[in-house]
């Protein structure tokens, strides 16, 4: 089982461009999540999807966009890219009414 | 405005001693914690989870303690390991499972483990 994939893991942009995060999972969970990490700061939600065909804001949505493409995929998309943006992205997923996320391993985004 | 706090930014401690990890909480609405670990270069991994009916909940060497007046728990780690280093996590959540279910994570702390 791979579990939670993400692609890719490592990515530079120059400021303005786009791009989009790669998050899937193989594991028939229902919900799924982007979180971003950054130093001093923890992890914080961008958004989430409860289920297929549903999106909603975390705490920090602003500049990013997402798609619940099946059940199985939920990707992150950065219209115009900005230095703030550097982080690293987590996206996790969760079975219907479990209580504990499986995370991916990460996408480290570099914004210059 | 914080709803998880983890005070201490890094810990260090011996091989075969205690670890002890600290997070407080502020929203009521909060009924289930949990602690991740995460070494660097990987995702976040679970580690052990409590439900706020519950006041401990032990898994091998790792114990959570849940203080709901004080709305604080704590993560011991008995004895330390230096595999035990990395960077842990509290999370909580409230919602029960449900649509709007999302965890609150801390800072994180860094324990360190010395051989």
């Known amino acids: 089982n791979a579990g939670v994939t993400q692609t890719p893991k490592f990515q530079v942009l120059k400021t303005g461009q786009s791009m989009t995060l790669q998050c899937a999972q193989d594991m028939n969970h229902n919900s799924m999540y982007w979180y971003r990490q950054d130093p001093g700061m923890g992890l914080r939600l961008i958004y989430y999807?409860?289920?297929?065909?549903?999106?909603d804001k975390g705490e920090v949505p602003n500049g990013y966009n997402v798609s619940r493409l099946n059940k199985r995929e939920f990707s992150l998309r950065l219209e115009s890219a900005a230095p703030s943006q550097t982080s690293v992205y987590f996206c996790?997923?969760?079975?219907?009414?479990?209580?504990?996320?499986?995370f991916g391993s990460g996408t480290r985004l570099t914004v210059v | 405005d914080q709803q998880v706090k983890q005070n201490s930014p890094s810990l260090s401690v011996q091989e075969g001693r205690i670890s002890i990890l600290n997070c407080d909480y502020t929203n009521s609405m909060f009924d289930y914690f949990l602690w991740y670990k995460k070494y660097p270069a990987e995702g976040p991994t679970f580690l052990i989870s409590i439900s706020s009916i519950k006041d401990k909940n032990e898994d091998g060497r790792f114990t959570v303690f849940l203080n709901k007046s004080a709305k604080h728990l704590s993560l011991h780690i008995v004895p330390s390991q230096p595999g035990d280093s990395a960077v842990y996590f509290c999370?909580?959540?409230?919602?029960?499972?449900?649509?709007?279910?999302?965890?609150?994570f801390g800072k994180g702390t860094l324990l360190t483990v010395n051989p």
């Open positions: 996790a997923s969760r079975a219907g009414q479990g209580r504990g996320y499986t």
């Open positions: 999370a909580a959540a409230g919602d029960s499972g449900g649509s709007n279910y999302k965890l609150t």
């Open positions: 999807s409860a289920s297929e065909g549903t999106t």
